[in-house]
Every structure is written in structure tokens, then in C-alpha cells.
């Protein structure tokens, strides 16, 4: 952890990334590492961004380091913290000059706003080099590189695989910084729901629509429009009989073709059974991706060139709107990715293993399995159990250093981080998360009597998933080591989660625990008298 000491308005950081003298050669594992071991609650963005360039000295040696961020509301990153080559930081917006007494290139106080993605390209004027590390329109790094200095193919590469590892914790920490400064913990939950719902809602909105008006202009009585991943497949429009239709000629099995109109008595087989005349189908492919439009008509179309026409433009329609969405699930894909990678932060400095929420989800599929849960459920407990803590990322307490009793303050805040975390997670669609994640996340700390939080449920009012997420997490904290104590022998532990049955943690669940470990022949031991 990297301790900061206030020296009047701006707090200078006295330890280096890997204590101990900056060695040019260190590896992007090495240095990412270094990182991942020194980011701790409560996640501020300028600490992170210190850190961060910290690891940029690591990989590239240069006269001085900036680092440049968008608040809330502002267009253009503004600078946010400046390294000198020696490795002092020093934090102050709009900083810029000598650092320590050690001499740094003056930089500017703003930058233009980046475009989307990760890039790394050297520029300004020969005698003042930089190398630019642009990570998303709100984030920028530079290094001020001497004069005639270049930066290698090697080092290129090394930079950008740091930047790509960077790119999604930071991304996350300033949403974080917004959502705080716009008022604390609800706050974080209301601005990671609304971000989500605008984000995964449209692209779907949008197919729907497209549909709809393609059967009104054909004058269908049912239809459906599906998309899928490999082999998920989800509905994003359905109307009249647009279910039946959809099962009776499964909408990947159908002829790969751009548009198409079959009438009878030429219909698809299940069509015509179905009491429809006349059947229509707009079919876009992308490898392993697509999504088809079909539509049924009791009467065939008086024009028959105007309803092919009609299905020319649905299928460029529908190409394009099939593109927003994949592009949209891309984009969930890769937030769900910043926040696996927070959770490996938080596993890292919260506990002493490093691993608990692995560990967690580890045990909460073997249970799940026990249980008989298959499948989605199965990828719920998976993911439930990584991501169960994440909204810890939203909560200022010193925890992973507090021992002995909590303020009914403090208590109350940390009681918040599920709440947290459901939001965080609420909106992705199904593709990218099984829609019991939230809710599982949301209740794991519920219990069996109705005692526990945030919503009191009781018995069989839990999410299943978040009764095995409650019984994994409480088995994995009792065996696992603290500064304070020593981990319980998983006997020991199972003795104890035995006498928390019908408590706090449901029976049912206890006996797949016992059941998971009896195969590994361990069984619940009593402590010596």
C-alpha cells in the first residue's frame, strides 16, 4: 500500500511501486502485479492514477510522467498528477512545474479529449518528445521523453499490454468518482443502474421496433425477432402466435439468405399447421452470431415486389441494428471484465489469501452441483461468487484493516455493499450475465431467519443462488487465515456450519456442504473438549 503524507495542499507519495530502486527492464507482468498489490479501498482515482505511472517509469524512461483526467461534466482531461523521473509524484489539479525541487518538462494543463479505445503514439515537437497513452476519452498518461529519444517496438508493446490490463480498473474508478461526487453510495446504485439500463435496453428497443414496423408493412398477423450467441439463443421481439412460429422451424436451421418470401402452397414444413398462408424471413450471419426476423401471414401480400422490397430494407435494417447490438454487448462484455478485475483487487487487499472470492465461487459450484443445478445456474453461482463483494468498491471504511466490533455507523454503511453490487450488475443482458446474478449478488447476506440484509428475507424468500453464495462465503471466511487468527480445519468449520442450519444458513444447502466434502472424505469435527 502506498501511504501518502500531506505537505500542504498536495500529498507527495515517499514509496516506490516495488520498493526498491526503478529498474528499466521489469516485466508488464512484473509491473502489473507491483500495481495489483498496492490499490486499496477506498479506490481513489488519483492514487491509482500515481500508481499507474509509476508502472509507466517501470516500462519506459523518460524525463517526467503526466497523468490527465476528465471530471464529471468536463470535456477535455485536465491534468491530475505529475512524476518526475526520480519517482516523485505530486497530486494537485492543474499542476504543473517543478516537483520536489527536481526539474519536469512544463505540461499543459488540459489535453483534447481522446477517442475511444487504448493507443500509444509519440508526438510533439522533436526537442520535447512525448509518448501518448490514450485509455478511453477521459483518461490520458504521458511521458515527456528526452530529446531524440524513441520508444521501441518492444517497449511499444509493453506499454500497451499495461494499458490494456489499466484501462478497465480505471475506466471503473472514475464512474465510481462521478457517482460520488454526485452524493455517496446511492448515488453509485442510481448511476450504475441508469448507465446499464440506457446501454443494453436501446439496442434491443431498437431491433423491436425495426420488427414491428416490418410486419406492419407486410401485414403479418404473428413474428418474431431472435438473436444469438453460439448456441444462446434470446427473444428480442415476439408478437400474435411469434412464439409458435419460432418453434416451428428453428430460426438457425433456416436457408442463410438475405430476405425471402415462401407462399403457399411452397411453405417451410410447420408453417402451413400453424394456419398461415404465406411466411417471410429477413436471416443476418456473422460466424457464430446472428439474428433472424420471421413473420406469418394468414392472406399472401396483394404485391408481392412490394413485400420483397419491404424485406430488402428490414434486412439492411436489421443488419445494422444487429451490429449496434453486438456492439453494445461488446462493450458489457468488457465492463463485466473491469469488474472482475476489481474484484481480484479487493480479493487482494482485503484478505490475506488474496483469493476469497475465488474461492467462493469455487465452492459455491460444487455445492450448486450437489444440488443438482446445471447450466445458467451453475454460471450464476460462478460468477455470483467473484463478484458477490464488488460493491465493496463503493464503501470508505478501512475495512480490510479494522479488527474487533463494528460502529453501528460503519455497520450500517457496509450493509450498503450489496445494494451496490446488485446495481453494478443490474441490466447486463443474459449473454453476458445470467439474470439471477443481480438478485444473488443483492441477497447473499441474507439468512434463513430472516435476520440478515439489506431486505430482511427470510426461507425460501432467498434467492437460491444467494443461499449457496451465504453458505460458501461463510464457510470459506471460517477456514480461511486472518492477521488476527488462525483458519478453523475444514472438520471444524463443517461442525460449526452444521449448528448454523435453519439459522442463519438454509439446511438444505448445509447437507450439499457436508455432502461436497464427505466425498473428499472430511467430516464435521467437533472441537476438543
Not at 218 to 227: E, R, S, T
Not at 326 to 339: A, D, E, K, N, T
Request: aromatic share 4%; glycine share 10%.
Amino acid at each position: 500500500m502506498v501511504h501518502w503524507q500531506l505537505l500542504g495542499p498536495a500529498a507527495i507519495a515517499s514509496a516506490s511501486l516495488f520498493g526498491r530502486p526503478r529498474a528499466r527492464a521489469a516485466g508488464v507482468d512484473e509491473v502489473w502485479e507491483a500495481l495489483r498489490a498496492n490499490v486499496a479501498p477506498p479506490y481513489d482515482l488519483t492514487e491509482t492514477l500515481a500508481l499507474a505511472l509509476d508502472g509507466l517509469g517501470e516500462l519506459v524512461p523518460a524525463e517526467g510522467y503526466y497523468a490527465y483526467a476528465a471530471p464529471r461534466g468536463i470535456a477535455e482531461p485536465q491534468l491530475r498528477l505529475t512524476r518526475s523521473e526520480t519517482g516523485t509524484p505530486q497530486i494537485g489539479i492543474n499542476y504543473a512545474g517543478l516537483v520536489a525541487g527536481a526539474p519536469i518538462r512544463q505540461a499543459p494543463l488540459e489535453v483534447p479529449a481522446p477517442p475511444e479505445g487504448i493507443t500509444c503514439e509519440e508526438n510533439g515537437p522533436p526537442a520535447e518528445p512525448y509518448l501518448t497513452i490514450t485509455l478511453g476519452p477521459r483518461l490520458v498518461l504521458r511521458a515527456a521523453l528526452r530529446r531524440r529519444q524513441h520508444v521501441g517496438e518492444i517497449e511499444r508493446k509493453a506499454v500497451l499490454a499495461f494499458a490494456s490490463r489499466l484501462q478497465p480498473v480505471l475506466a471503473l474508478m472514475i464512474a465510481l468518482e462521478d457517482a460520488k461526487d454526485a452524493g455517496g453510495v446511492a448515488a453509485v446504485e442510481d448511476a450504475t443502474r441508469q448507465w446499464r439500463t440506457g446501454l443494453t435496453l436501446q439496442a434491443d428497443k431498437l431491433l423491436g421496433l425495426v420488427s414491428r414496423l416490418g410486419g406492419e408493412a407486410l401485414g403479418a398477423d404473428a413474428g418474431y425477432c431472435v438473436v444469438w450467441q453460439g448456441d444462446e439463443l434470446a427473444s428480442v421481439w415476439l408478437t400474435g402466435m411469434g412464439d409458435d412460429l419460432r418453434r416451428a422451424l428453428d430460426p438457425k436451421q433456416l436457408p442463410a439468405v438475405p430476405a425471402g418470401l415462401w407462399l403457399a402452397p411452397r411453405l417451410p414444413p410447420g408453417i402451413e399447421e400453424l394456419g398461415f398462408q404465406g411466411f417471410a424471413l429477413v436471416s443476418v450471419r456473422d460466424g457464430s452470431r446472428g439474428g433472424a426476423v420471421g413473420y406469418g401471414l394468414r392472406e399472401a401480400p396483394r404485391a408481392e415486389a412490394s413485400a420483397t422490397q419491404v424485406l430488402a430494407t428490414l434486412s439492411d435494417s436489421l443488419r445494422r441494428s444487429l451490429d449496434s447490438r453486438l456492439l453494445v454487448l461488446g462493450i458489457g462484455r468488457s465492463y463485466l471484465h473491469s469488474l472482475l478485475a476489481v474484484a481480484d483487487l479487493l480479493d487482494a487487499t482485503a484478505n490475506a489469501t488474496g483469493d476469497h472470492s475465488r474461492q467462493v465461487s469455487d465452492l459455491a459450484q460444487q455445492i450448486g452441483r450437489q444440488m443438482g443445478l446445471v447450466g445458467a445456474d451453475i454460471e450464476a453461482a460462478r460468477l455470483g461468487g467473484l463478484l458477490h463483494d464488488i460493491g465493496m468498491v463503493a464503501v470508505d471504511l478501512g475495512l480490510p484493516t479494522t479488527h474487533g466490533p463494528l460502529s453501528e455507523a460503519k455497520r450500517s454503511i457496509i450493509q450498503q455493499h450489496p445494494v451496490v453490487g446488485a446495481a453494478l450488475l443490474e441490466g447486463l443482458p443474459p449473454e453476458i450475465l445470467p439474470a439471477s446474478v443481480p438478485t444473488a449478488v443483492r441477497q447473499h447476506h441474507e439468512r434463513w431467519d430472516g435476520h440478515g440484509y439489506p431486505d430482511r428475507l427470510a426461507g425460501p424468500e432467498i434467492d437460491r443462488v444467494a443461499r449457496i453464495l451465504a453458505c460458501a462465503e461463510v464457510f470459506v471466511a471460517r477456514t480461511s487465515p486472518r492477521s488476527y487468527r488462525a483458519g478453523l480445519s475444514q472438520g471444524r468449520a463443517l461442525h460449526e456450519m452444521l449448528s448454523l442450519a435453519d439459522r442463519q444458513i438454509d439446511p438444505e444447502v448445509v447437507s450439499a456442504l457436508v455432502a461436497v466434502f464427505a466425498a473428499r472424505g472430511v467430516a464435521p469435527q467437533a472441537p476438543e473438549a
